[in-house]
């Protein structure tokens, strides 16, 4: 696929606004802003999507100022999306609108945050789910509206929220039930996990290579589509300092992966023969995806980061320290109950208070969960 020539080539299966099932309250239409425009502008304002920007990425808050966070990571999700579902035809608000939604149920301190969450609940025959959460946060503990709980979003991005890295299971969760678990998600919320996969592919590499943890030589070796970019940036710009070079090269790298989702994609699509929302829906698998070149060098980065990255002494020295954090709070409140802000103290006392519990840690920022270890366990 040559997106230069291509004319919003896959425009019959955009999900448009006036096809979504609608919210769970009804609403009256807004007089200038679709139905996935409105989403896109709750999401925004909403206070957990605002935390997102004290919530680790890979990089802990203090090593440098110019690392990602979550937030500033769910932006260049939404860049990478949006580029994609334009060049494709199907709907950019709604792709933007899952994308800048896909982290908010994400808890403190990355994937160990959510990894030491998970722990705990399987102590109660339970677990904990970012995407799970994530849809409970836009149900109902986001609380901005005097008419209906939650954000009352549409049905198609409460869908994506659950559906978007992965097919649900028919009968796997109750809660889950309602979200169509015999279908695929539509091409729109497809779109949302390869686009993450590239943005922290690459900005995790970008990061790392700021904070000294490879050389130039090392990811060349692991990686041969960056060596090979790398030479004809170098031939290119000869005169350039190596982080200038590293830029250029990492700059072009995004566009080799971003050009393999398209053009897997469309290569995908083409062959399903598929021509309609529904068709898709009904398709026994996904149709985005990555070329196998594309989908090679990205199995290359995610391998040479495991490595040298996040399985480094340092930032698995910080995981220990995070995973023991969020432990000893989750023990504190169980030993005392009385101790949690009295929203969630009040629905503790109704009972399963592990539950509440979770929710209240899950929510945090990585500053407020240090300060309330600090005042309460330190």
Not at 302 to 315: A, I, M, P, Q
Request: hydrophobic share 40%; aromatic share 8%.
């Amino acid at each position: 696929m040559n997106p230069a020539n291509s004319d919003k080539p896959f425009a019959a299966l955009r999900l448009r606004p006036e096809m979504s099932r609608g919210r769970r309250y009804p609403e009256l239409a807004h007089p200038y802003r679709t139905e996935f425009q409105r989403d896109r502008d709750r999401v925004i304002h909403a206070r957990a999507f605002r935390r997102l920007e004290n919530k680790t990425q890979v990089f802990p808050a203090g090593v440098s100022d110019h690392f990602r966070n979550r937030l500033t990571h769910t932006m260049e999700v939404a860049q990478i999306a949006r580029t994609v579902a334009a060049t494709l035809g199907v709907d950019e608000d709604l792709t933007e609108t899952l994308a800048l939604v896909h982290d908010i149920g994400h808890p403190p301190f990355a994937h160990a945050g959510e990894d030491e969450l998970r722990r705990q609940m399987e102590r109660f025959g339970e677990t904990f789910d970012h995407n799970l959460h994530g849809l409970r946060i836009v149900e109902s503990f986001e609380a901005r509206y005097a008419r209906f709980p939650g954000l009352n979003l549409t049905f198609e991005v409460r869908e994506g929220i659950v559906k978007h890295s992965r097919d649900l299971t028919p009968g796997e969760s109750p809660e889950l039930d309602a979200y169509l678990p015999e279908q695929r998600p539509p091409i729109e919320a497809q779109i949302i996990d390869l686009a993450d996969e590239v943005a922290y592919n690459t900005a995790d590499l970008d990061d790392a290579y700021s904070a000294g943890f490879f050389t130039i030589d090392e990811v060349r070796g692991a990686v041969p589509a960056f060596s090979d970019i790398w030479e004809a940036v170098e031939m290119q710009f000869p005169g350039a300092e190596e982080r200038v070079q590293f830029l250029e090269t990492l700059r072009q790298v995004i566009n080799l992966l971003v050009s393999g989702l398209l053009d897997g994609t469309a290569n995908a699509i083409q062959a399903a023969g598929v021509a309609t929302v529904e068709e898709v829906r009904r398709h026994p698998r996904r149709l985005v995806g990555l070329t196998e070149s594309a989908a090679a060098t990205g199995r290359e980065l995610k391998r040479f980061l495991h490595r040298r990255v996040y399985n480094s002494e340092e930032l698995l020295r910080e995981r220990h320290r995070s995973v023991r954090m969020i432990a000893e709070l989750f023990a504190y409140y169980e030993a005392n109950p009385d101790r949690l802000p009295s929203l969630y103290r009040d629905q503790a006392e109704e009972g399963h208070s592990h539950r509440v519990i979770c929710s209240y840690i899950a929510g945090m920022t990585d500053g407020y969960c240090q300060r309330i270890y600090n005042e309460l366990l330190a």
